[in-house]
């Protein structure tokens, strides 16, 4: 870190005097007890976990806000085609990373696949053309894809409510900013442990065996030590499915509150989730997962649909955080935890924004480019707006193709009255279909051929 604050550790290490031990306990009692300190009123063996707000944590807030403006400016020039490209892509990203991160197996491909059969069961778009499994408790199947049910709750986020037959995914992909989408059971921060527990149900569907399933009512009921790269004991999770309970419930009761800034609520509650190591296997995509879900109210979609990759390509700095704030000469601080935190988050920001800024730069080009064809083959509107679908779905989901649904939906008409748009594409040689039950059809050779040397 930067500046001149200074972890209590570093701080105790540096004092040479006789007093040394008098000088921390000194130090540390005053960052608890300042005006500006962020308190939990949570007992641990650390201390009572607190966040300081130097004046670099504070700077480093104020960019993150402003970045977020940003964003979400991008964000709003973003039609549907190409939002459900990006959040499609986005959610297998996170899911990938995560995944890797905690040695779970699993292909690009693999994910990808996952992402689009829940959107399917979920009657959205058909868009990505698979069949709808018959699902049973937790929606499971016989034959059910791996990851679904994670697949499902990245898509909660993503849809906040359930979009009306006719609009493609990402029409309802948050407000117009980027950011809070309506709350549902899907999308809304836990309010019980039960909550919690389904959550992680979810998140590892499938991917726990029998000796790394929770044995107590709802969580672990036996001890355990994460242990590091070298065979020691890193971290001892809390003791007991007692203490468990009533630790994260006070983490629930934290980001449901108004004690503090919810973006700096939601860093510290994921600290304690980790913490507290409610279950033998499956903390680390769980918690990453309940920390996009605090994270976003607070923060526009795009943002939080990038956390966990940015986590996983700085993942030495995500560990240092946790074991500075496990130091016991620290207290309890978790200042430094949020700062490393809140970098990780501008550093996903700054990926977001230049994404974006390609995207929309692809679009503007795309659009003067059927504007042309327009003119040139003398186009109904209505046409020139299927076309501009078409368009986008080439440039960003090529392995996509528009259906008579959609492009219906992209004019606002009956999908018979959005024949004749299509019949007229196809008469101009702007479109091949690939399919006539349903009619699904995509860019022409030689529009794609323009699209690939203009944009």
Same mark, same amino acid.
């Given at each position: 870190?930067?500046?001149?604050?200074?972890?209590?550790?570093?701080?105790?290490?540096?004092?040479?005097?006789?007093?040394?031990?008098?000088?921390?306990? %000194?130090?540390?009692?005053?960052?608890?007890?300042?005006?500006?300190?962020?308190?939990?009123?949570?007992?641990?063996?650390?201390?009572?976990?607190?966040?300081?707000?130097?004046?670099?944590?504070?700077?480093?807030?104020?960019?993150?806000?402003?970045?977020?403006?940003?964003?979400?400016?991008?964000?709003?020039?973003?039609?549907?085609?190409?939002?459900?490209?990006?959040?499609?892509?986005?959610?297998?990203?996170?899911?990938?990373?995560?995944?890797?991160?905690?040695?779970?197996?699993?292909?690009?491909?693999?994910?990808?696949?996952?992402?689009?059969?829940?959107?399917?069961?979920?009657?959205?778009?058909?868009?990505?053309?698979?069949? %709808?499994?018959?699902?049973? %408790?937790?929606?499971?199947?016989?034959?059910?894809?791996?990851?679904?049910?994670?697949?499902?709750?990245?898509?909660?986020?993503?849809?906040?409510?359930?979009?009306?037959?006719?609009?493609?995914?990402?029409?309802?992909?948050?407000?117009?900013?980027?950011?809070?989408?309506?709350?549902?059971?899907?999308?809304?921060?836990?309010?019980?442990?039960?909550?919690?527990?389904?959550?992680?149900?979810?998140?590892?569907?499938?991917?726990?065996?029998?000796?790394?399933?929770?044995?107590?009512?709802?969580?672990?009921?036996?001890?355990?030590?994460?242990?590091?790269?070298?065979?020691?004991?890193?971290?001892?999770?809390?003791?007991?499915?007692?203490?468990?309970?009533?630790?994260?419930?006070?983490?629930?009761?934290?980001?449901?509150?108004?004690?503090?800034?919810?973006?700096?609520?939601?860093?510290?509650?994921?600290?304690?989730?980790?913490?507290?190591?409610?279950?033998?296997?499956?903390?680390?995509?769980?918690?990453?997962?309940?920390?996009?879900?605090?994270?976003?109210?607070?923060?526009?979609?795009?943002?939080?649909?990038?956390?966990?990759?940015?986590?996983?390509?700085?993942?030495?700095?995500?560990?240092?955080?946790?074991?500075?704030?496990?130091?016991?000469?620290?207290?309890?601080?978790?200042?430094?935890?949020?700062?490393?935190?809140?970098?990780?988050?501008?550093?996903?920001?700054?990926?977001?924004?230049?994404?974006?800024?390609?995207?929309?730069?692809?679009?503007?080009?795309?659009?003067?480019?059927?504007?042309?064809?327009?003119?040139?083959?003398?186009?109904?509107?209505?046409?020139?707006?299927?076309?501009?679908?078409?368009?986008?779905?080439?440039?960003?989901?090529?392995?996509?193709?528009?259906?008579?649904?959609?492009?219906?939906?992209?004019?606002?008409?009956?999908?018979?009255?959005?024949?004749?748009?299509?019949?007229?594409?196809?008469?101009?040689?702007?479109?091949?279909?690939?399919?006539?039950?349903?009619?699904?059809?995509?860019?022409?050779?030689?529009?794609?051929?323009?699209?690939?040397?203009?944009?």
């Amino acid at each position: 870190m930067t500046g001149e604050y200074k972890t209590l550790a570093r701080l105790f290490h540096a004092d040479r005097s006789n007093d040394a031990f008098a000088h921390h306990e %000194r130090l540390a009692r005053m960052r608890l007890e300042a005006d500006s300190t962020f308190r939990t009123a949570i007992v641990t063996p650390l201390g009572e976990p607190f966040v300081a707000m130097p004046r670099s944590l504070s700077m480093v807030m104020e960019r993150i806000l402003l970045d977020e403006n940003t964003i979400s400016a991008l964000w709003q020039g973003i039609p549907g085609v190409m939002r459900w490209d990006y959040i499609r892509h986005a959610i297998s990203a996170e899911i990938f990373a995560t995944n890797e991160m905690e040695g779970v197996r699993s292909t690009r491909k693999e994910v990808e696949d996952a992402v689009d059969a829940a959107r399917a069961e979920a009657g959205g778009s058909d868009a990505a053309p698979h069949k %709808r499994a018959t699902t049973g %408790r937790c929606g499971s199947s016989a034959k059910r894809r791996r990851f679904v049910e994670f697949a499902r709750l990245y898509l909660g986020l993503a849809e906040g409510s359930r979009p009306a037959e006719n609009t493609r995914p990402a029409d309802a992909a948050g407000s117009a900013e980027g950011s809070r989408p309506a709350e549902t059971a899907s999308s809304r921060t836990p309010r019980t442990l039960e909550d919690i527990r389904g959550i992680y149900d979810r998140v590892t569907h499938g991917e726990v065996d029998q000796d790394g399933a929770p044995d107590g009512a709802l969580f672990r009921a036996r001890d355990v030590d994460i242990v590091g790269p070298h065979g020691d004991a890193i971290h001892t999770g809390v003791n007991g499915e007692a203490r468990i309970s009533v630790m994260l419930t006070q983490m629930i009761d934290l980001v449901a509150s108004d004690s503090m800034p919810g973006i700096i609520a939601a860093i510290v509650a994921h600290f304690l989730f980790e913490y507290i190591h409610p279950f033998y296997d499956g903390n680390g995509r769980t918690g990453r997962f309940l920390l996009a879900l605090d994270l976003n109210r607070e923060l526009s979609l795009p943002t939080v649909l990038s956390l966990s990759r940015t986590i996983a390509q700085n993942k030495e700095a995500y560990y240092k955080a946790f074991s500075q704030a496990e130091d016991r000469l620290n207290c309890g601080e978790l200042t430094f935890f949020v700062m490393t935190m809140l970098d990780l988050i501008g550093t996903a920001q700054h990926d977001v924004i230049a994404e974006l800024g390609v995207k929309n730069d692809r679009l503007a080009k795309a659009k003067a480019l059927c504007d042309e064809l327009r003119d040139e083959h003398g186009l109904s509107r209505g046409a020139s707006e299927i076309l501009f679908q078409v368009m986008q779905e080439q440039l960003f989901d090529s392995r996509t193709s528009v259906s008579l649904r959609d492009a219906a939906a992209q004019i606002g008409l009956s999908k018979q009255s959005a024949r004749k748009y299509v019949a007229e594409l196809e008469d101009t040689g702007l479109i091949a279909f690939t399919g006539r039950r349903p009619l699904r059809f995509v860019a022409s050779e030689p529009v794609r051929a323009r699209l690939d040397g203009e944009v």
